[in-house]
T-cell receptor, first 112, second 111 residues
Framework: EDQVTQSPEALRLQEGESSSLNCSYT??????LFWYRQDPGKGPEFLFT???AGEEKEKERLKATLTKKESFLHITAPKPEDSATYLC?????????????FGGGTRLMVKP | DSGVTQTPKHLITATGQRVTLRCSPR?????VYWYQQSLDQGLQFLIQ???????AKGNILERFSAQQFPDLHSELNLSSLELGDSALYFC??????????FGPGTRLTVL
């Protein structure tokens, strides 16, 4: 069974204080690892998809990296508007439907 | 705006009732996925349709059913509603490059 664990559950940062969010996964074969941002009551907003170990992707203050067992979302010099829940999900090879299995998320709060 | 649309935004109903949630995928996307998000369960996959046919099933209750129509929009039907069915219901579609985009969701409250 595919499993995704995110840590920490919650993270408080001061504006400008860089940090990393962790996503550990267990999957029979990885098709892709997805990162989303979700604001309260809204739909998940697509950030990145990573497909193979060693791959990195960047978008503004966010950088996602992937190893064979985990992914990190690095946030550089965060701003209050980066406050949200960040979700990680895996898509396994061999699944007919290519559905996503999600972790529980990391709630990020950035204080000015 | 992801391009995935869902209606209604909010739905309040009573136990035992039946409701229908509607979703239109992004233009050109053939797949539609339904997910449920509750406070204690996180995002859970329910069911997927691809070009009108059911492709995969997740933790979907027998009281729930879905279909995808020829114009590719999809409907999720929830019947004999219980208090525990209160949740956010999201629809998603997959682009040709494999990215999965979610709609804004329908918040269902069962009283």
């Amino acid at each position: 069974e595919d499993q995704v664990t995110q840590s920490p559950e919650a993270l408080r940062l001061q504006e400008g204080e860089s940090s990393s969010l962790n996503c550990s996964y267990t999957v029979s074969g990885l098709r892709g690892l997805f990162w989303y941002r979700q604001d309260p009551g809204k739909g998940p907003e697509f950030l990145f998809t990573l497909y193979s170990a060693g791959e990195e992707k960047e978008k503004e203050r966010l950088k996602a990296t992937l190893t064979k067992k985990e992914s990190f979302l690095h946030i550089t010099a965060p701003k209050p508007e980066d406050s949200a829940t960040y979700l990680c999900a895996v898509q396994a090879l061999g699944n007919a439907g290519n559905m996503l299995t999600f972790g529980g998320g990391t709630r990020l709060m950035v204080k000015p | 705006d992801s391009g995935v649309t869902q209606t209604p935004k909010h739905l309040i109903t009573a136990t035992g009732q039946r409701v229908t949630l509607r979703c239109s995928p992004r233009s050109g996307d053939l797949s539609v996925y339904w997910y449920q998000q509750s406070l204690d369960q996180g995002l859970q996959f329910l069911i997927q349709y691809y070009n009108g046919e059911e492709r995969a099933k997740g933790n979907i209750l027998e009281r729930f059913s879905a279909q995808q129509f020829p114009d590719l929009h999809s409907e999720l039907n929830l019947s004999s509603l219980e208090l525990g069915d209160s949740a956010l219901y999201f629809c998603a579609s997959t682009s040709r490059s494999g990215e999965v985009y979610f709609g804004p969701g329908t918040r269902l409250t069962v009283l």
